[in-house]
């Protein structure tokens, strides 16, 4: 099953990426481009796509659209400036013909962060409940000790088969 994890820049995308592979907090730096790894979970394969969120790199998600059943979307928590570009870029993914039929696992990161957004805030700012033509889910989590991310997966792959 296709995933693509995508975000804006230093949102932890690649962190989560680790931590579902190893359970474990691996120091990254800026993803040019992808990392591409399996992860299985109870018998199910997922090809997960981390796609690097910089603002010159956004452009190009739309080249790893082919195919895919999930977009994982990783928002910062704290990042309240940007969270009207992150809701830009979720709306055009969804409105993008390749994506038309993929499931949307929010994730509401950094939540151990002093001051950050609640899912409840991120998910109203982002008018989740709008979509209708996609099932969606968010889920608060800590990349950094993975808290919330096994919650996600559940819920991805409980959507197998369900169309």
């Not at 796509?49 to 956004?58: A, K, V």
């Not at 940007?82 to 390749?98: C, F, G, S």
């Not at 696992?105 to 209708?132: P, R, V, W």
Request: glycine share 6%.
């Amino acid at each position: 099953h296709k995933v693509i994890i995508v975000g804006l820049d230093n949102a932890g995308k690649t962190t989560i990426l680790y931590q579902f592979l190893m359970n474990e907090v691996v120091h990254t730096s800026p993803t040019i481009g992808s990392n591409v790894e399996e992860i299985v979970v109870k018998n199910t394969h997922f090809l997960m796509w981390d796609i690097g969120g910089q603002e010159s790199l956004r452009s190009s998600w739309n080249t790893y659209y082919s195919n895919t059943e999930f977009i994982i979307l990783v928002v910062d928590s704290i990042d309240r400036e940007r969270l009207a570009i992150t809701k830009e870029e979720l709306y055009r993914m969804l409105a993008h013909e390749d994506l038309r039929k993929a499931a949307v696992l929010i994730f509401a990161n950094k939540q151990d962060m002093k001051g950050c957004m609640t899912a409840a805030e991120i998910s109203k700012y982002l008018t989740l409940s709008s979509i209708k033509d996609h099932p969606w889910h968010i889920q608060s989590c800590c990349a950094l000790t993975g808290e919330g991310l096994c919650q996600g997966l559940e819920w991805m792959t409980s959507r197998i088969g369900v169309r």
